[in-house]
């Protein structure tokens, strides 16, 4: 599918296989340009070199890595190994390697073009699109970045097959996601394929790439700069934030994302936002692509909900999320996309 953005276009190649047509989609789009790839070293040593004859730079894998530093590693070799304008960075990995990768592609020689080639199910269908590069700081996450669109993203779902269970399921969250916030036929499409999506079959997993890359690409479209309504994409993470600094980061990214929709739509029903069994409809769609749905036993709740407050206090007071209307359809206040969020009533789900 073509993404439109502000300054052109590109293409979201979701094939199974896909990943062979990098060299030529490299040759059409950059016919000058000399590529470097740019993995972390977990993908390296799992996978086949994408492009062979590239010279390929490596960083330690994990989002530890995401920061300045390795920015600074791999802009200082390619600056050592004579990389010039005509450059095009390419970024295989997950998406701390899309985001790491776009960011280099971003400031090098104040940007060069890029293309994303997302190893994970979490970076296909959430991180390689909408053009967000960047990388952590001690502050928080993603607070040094910037706007990048790829020329080209390749989704080859052929890949997940070296995916970690844990890393390969959390992406299952996020298309859970894309679902409740805005297609509810694509909910029970899930529901119908879990079994199918759980084993890894290929033909299930483009499908769910493909729809959810439809989903975020729609958004995105209408609200490049976020600053309306893509702030849909936040549902579930406004609890999920709270419950990744309470636990530790025990719970990864995914499945605090998972617990988060299930939480603030539950709240939203007794809020009188949502309609009643929307949460229950998550919570299945979840727990068939065996995700967690509720706070494991063992975490403290209070410390939960203080990691809310602390939320709070950063925002003026009130917290605000976006919360589903019901299933599929994203509540509005006025032109907002976003409520105020009544934490007292988290309480009683948690
Ligand atoms: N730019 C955006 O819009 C956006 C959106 C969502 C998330 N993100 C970012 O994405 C990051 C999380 O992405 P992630 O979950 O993919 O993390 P990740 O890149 O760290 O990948 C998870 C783990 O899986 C490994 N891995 C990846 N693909 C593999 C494969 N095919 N075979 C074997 N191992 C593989 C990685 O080495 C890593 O250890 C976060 O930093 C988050 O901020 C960005
Ligand atoms: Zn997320």
């Known amino acids: 599918m073509i993404i439109r953005h502000e300054t052109g276009n590109y293409a979201v190649i979701v094939r199974s296989g896909g990943l062979a047509d990098l060299p030529g989609l490299l040759a059409e789009r950059h016919p000058r340009a000399r590529p470097v790839v740019i993995t972390d070293a977990t993908v390296a040593a799992a996978r086949p070199h994408p492009l062979p004859g590239a010279p390929c730079l490596t960083f330690p894998a994990g989002e530890r890595h995401k920061v300045r530093k390795t920015w600074a590693m791999l802009t200082d070799q390619m600056l050592a190994e004579g990389f010039d304008r005509d450059t095009v960075v390419v970024g295989f990995g997950g998406g701390v390697t899309t985001d790491l990768a776009g960011f280099v592609a971003a400031t090098y020689l104040r940007g060069v073009p890029w ?5 994970s199910t979490l970076a296909m269908v959430d991180a390689s699109v909408g053009g967000k590069t960047g990388v952590d700081t001690a502050a928080g996450k993603n607070l040094v ?5 790829p020329s080209t993203v390749i989704c080859d779902p052929d890949t997940l097959d070296t995916l970690p269970e844990r890393n390969f399921r959390e992406g299952l969250a996020e298309a859970t996601k894309h679902a409740a916030v805005m297609d509810a036929g694509y909910g029970e499409w899930i529901l ?7 084993a890894r079959d290929t033909a299930a997993l483009t499908q ?9 690409a729609a958004i995105v479209m209408e609200d ?23 636990t530790e980061f025990t719970l990864s990214h ?11 739509t539950r709240v939203a029903e007794a809020m009188g936002i949502c309609r009643h069994g929307a949460a229950d409809q998550i919570a299945r769609l979840l727990t068939a692509l065996r995700l967690p749905v509720a706070v494991p036993a063992g975490i403290d709740r209070a410390r939960c909900l203080a990691a809310m407050h602390v939320d709070k206090k950063n925002r003026g007071g009130v917290i605000h999320a976006a ?9 509005r206040d006025g032109e907002a996309w976003t409520q105020p969020f009544d934490v007292e009533k988290l309480q009683a789900f948690l």
Do not use: W, Y
Not at 115 to 119: D, E, G, K, S
Not at 208 to 216: A, I, N, P, Q, Y
Not at 254 to 264: H, N, Q, R, S
């Open 208 to 216: 769910l790439v493909r729809r959810s890359v439809e989903c975020k």
């Open 224 to 246: 490049e700069r976020d600053s309306g309504r893509r702030a849909v994409l936040n549902a579930g993470h406004t609890v999920a934030h709270a419950l990744e600094l309470a």
């Open 254 to 264: 995914g499945e605090a994302v998972g617990i988060g929709l299930v939480l603030e």
């Open 323 to 331: 919360l589903l209307a019901s299933f599929g359809i994203m509540a």
């Open 145 to 149: 970045g910037a706007f990048h669109q």
């Open 115 to 119: 293309i994303a080639v997302p190893t």
């Open 192 to 198: 119908a394929h879990a079994d199918a999506i759980a």
